[in-house]
């Protein structure tokens, strides 16, 4: 019970820092974001983000890690593809907080969070004959997949979501395949 209870706590109290990290980046920027005003603004001591997050980077990837993962998933043929559409028009509807996110200082963040996401899957999978260290190949699939995101979500080209869907898949997959050496579907 008192574990139960400790778990929503912590659940709440994780739910305010993002809220709050995401009401900040907005405002301020991902530069001039503050651990301290996270903290207050999500109304909990510092002590209590850092019982959480070490730092603000860690609080960006556990923000993006849910989503990302569907990403991520891609680069496995064996994987079913879901939520790919869904993914999508989350970035479109957070369309201001996508735009903040995808660009300078955070998208090398994001990436990074990426690739490792990718590359942990690519190590589990059968790899024939990669071309380079499964670490590159994530960074080349994760670069792409943002590349396609960014300019999705932006509208330049404009494109609908369906074909936007299915350029990701394809595209992740193939990159997969190719360099690799993973079985395309």
């Known amino acids: 019970m008192l574990a139960e209870k400790l778990d929503r706590r912590s659940q709440k109290t994780r739910s305010a820092l993002h809220?709050?990290?995401?009401?900040?980046?907005?405002?301020?920027?991902?530069?001039?974001?503050?651990?301290?005003?996270?903290?207050?603004?999500?109304n909990v001591g510092r002590s209590t983000f850092y019982e959480h997050y070490r730092t603000k980077q860690d609080l960006l990837k556990a923000s993006i890690s849910q989503p990302f993962s569907?990403?991520?998933?891609?680069?496995?043929?064996?994987l079913?593809?879901?939520?790919?559409?869904?993914?999508?028009?989350?970035?479109?509807?957070?369309?201001?907080?996508?735009?903040?996110?995808?660009?300078?200082?955070?998208?090398?963040?994001?990436?990074?969070?990426?690739?490792?996401?990718?590359?942990?899957?690519l190590?589990?999978?059968?790899?024939?004959?990669?071309?380079?260290?499964?670490?590159?190949?994530?960074?080349?699939?994760a670069d792409s997949q943002l590349a396609l995101v960014?300019?999705?979500?932006?509208g330049r080209p404009a494109c609908s979501i369906e074909a936007a869907t299915a350029a990701l898949i394809q595209g992740t997959r193939a990159l997969a395949s190719a360099l690799a050496g993973l079985a395309a579907d």
């Not at 990669?130 to 080349?140: D, F, K, V």
């Open 123 to 141: 190590a589990q999978a059968p790899v024939l004959r990669p071309l380079a260290p499964l670490e590159l190949i994530a960074r080349q699939i």
């Open 70 to 78: 569907i990403l991520a998933d891609l680069a496995l043929p064996a």
């Open 150 to 154: 960014e300019s999705w979500v932006i």
């Open 19 to 42: 809220a709050a990290f995401v009401e900040l980046v907005l405002d301020q920027g991902y530069d001039a974001l503050k651990i301290g005003s996270v903290a207050e603004r999500a």
């Open 80 to 121: 079913p593809v879901g939520g790919v559409e869904d993914l999508l028009q989350h970035f479109r509807q957070n369309q201001q907080v996508a735009r903040v996110l995808l660009g300078s200082p955070t998208r090398p963040l994001l990436a990074n969070t990426l690739a490792g996401l990718i590359a942990a899957r």
